[in-house]
């Protein structure tokens, strides 16, 4: 809601060590330089950013933008989508090829990693999700059942069971081992961009099955699922229940949700807003954090924070 400030950064030359000697404009203080770090800051806003370079760049992997990226819970792999129309899995240390994965129609939208880094969930745009084999490319399973392409896709514990939204506005539970639907968690009528999954704090209500849950449903007690939706609302579902936890409206639409711990999440916004709730109440949010306008296009929590990435 206020004038935007523009400064600019000048190098005046280098240390003997290497580390570059740099001057801010007017309104603006240089703090640590280090050979990968800058930190600016501007006193008069109160407001400081630390700029990171990359460690190292992957060029040759894809030729247009990545739309989605996932690395294997021991760190040597990753695997990624883009909308060069392919999907890779790579060496995480040299970023060296090892697989191209085949068999979606038009783009794939996401894709991640089982706990295992053996076997990769994909969805796309062909209203396909999928499930590959790392080692050597193999589509195991095709799961068949949404009427639009899938957005987003979660994993519940181990992954005999998996969950996807799509721009239907469902969320679907399916079983890995049969390739089967075993229900329709959500029906938003409304796009759903992301979803999460967690365990709930033990206080909140998650509702009772209206029948039974299938034998093959496996770890979906206690867990409560998080929808980012197109109509400016975040839902939570009981994932075993399918009964609405909470509703909360956000400022436009979702696009990405996360779970911080069992009491808190967080979810970003197409203009820029990351709202971190607890489950517990989430008549107003704990915080509202905006940087900028530019939308938040995924969440990770870090340490004792989180990663955001936006737009801009």
Not at 100 to 110: A, F, I, K, P, T
Not at 162 to 176: F, K, N, P, Y
Not at 232 to 255: C, E, H, I, T, Y
Request: charged share 20%.
């Amino acid at each position: 809601g206020k004038p935007t400030l523009y400064g600019s950064l000048t190098r005046r030359g280098l240390s003997t060590e290497g580390v570059p000697d740099i001057a801010a404009s007017e309104g603006f203080v240089v703090g640590e330089v280090t050979k990968k770090s800058i930190l600016i800051s501007c006193p008069h806003e109160n407001v400081s950013t630390k700029f990171l370079a990359p460690y190292t760049t992957f060029c040759r992997i894809h030729q247009k933008s990545i739309t989605c990226l996932d690395i294997s819970s021991g760190g040597g792999l990753g695997i990624s989508t883009s909308t060069d129309g392919t999907m890779k899995i790579w060496q995480a240390a040299n970023g060296e090829i090892r697989r191209q994965l085949e068999g979606h129609v038009y783009d794939v939208n996401c894709c991640r990693f089982f706990p295992s880094g053996l076997v990769v969930l994909s969805g796309g745009m062909d209203a396909q999700l999928k499930i590959w084999s790392a080692e050597d490319a193999s589509c195991v399973v095709t799961f068949k059942g949404h009427k639009g392409g899938i957005l987003d896709t979660a994993i519940v514990d181990r992954g005999r069971n998996v969950l996807s939204c799509s721009r239907d506005g469902t969320a679907r539970l399916w079983d890995c081992g049969k390739s089967a639907c075993l229900g329709v968690i959500a029906d938003c009528g409304s796009p759903v961009n992301g979803i999460a999954v967690g365990a709930a704090d033990n206080s909140l209500n998650l509702g009772t099955p209206e029948k039974a849950p299938s034998e093959r449903e496996v770890g979906t007690e206690g867990k409560i699922l998080l929808l980012a939706r197109e109509d400016k609302k975040l839902q939570g579902v009981g994932l075993q229940s399918r009964q609405p936890v909470f509703l909360f409206v956000g400022s436009d639409a979702f696009n990405c949700c996360a779970f911080l711990s069992s009491t808190y999440i967080l979810a970003g916004t197409q203009d820029g807003n990351i709202y971190q709730l607890d489950v517990r109440n989430t008549n107003s949010p704990i915080q509202v954090i905006h940087r900028s306008g530019a939308p938040v296009l995924s969440l990770l929590p870090y340490r004792d924070g989180f990663i955001a990435s936006q737009g801009n």
